[in-house]
């Protein structure tokens, strides 16, 4: 079964679970169910196969200066 990635309507709690597509669960929060099937972006790797995830978070959604995915731009 796939990870899909939800946001409950009812508490605005977001969660990811395994799940069919055809399948809608409960908020784990709440238990409500007007949840939100969420777009899921997947990362690309960064040059040299290092993930540029962990940087972005800790630098506020920007790479940091020693980051590979800025690698070229400077």
């Given at each position: 079964m796939p990870l899909f990635?939800?946001?409950c309507n009812d508490c605005a709690h977001e969660f990811e679970t395994l799940s069919r597509f055809d399948e809608?669960?409960?908020c784990p929060?709440?238990?409500?169910?007007h949840?939100?099937?969420q777009l899921s972006l997947i990362a690309r790797p960064a040059?040299?196969?290092e993930s540029t995830e962990s940087c972005a978070a800790m630098a506020g959604?920007?790479?940091c200066p020693s980051c590979p995915a800025l690698a070229g731009q400077m």
């Open positions: 990635a939800y946001r809608t669960p409960e929060a709440c238990g409500g169910a949840v939100e099937r040059a040299g196969g959604g920007a790479p």
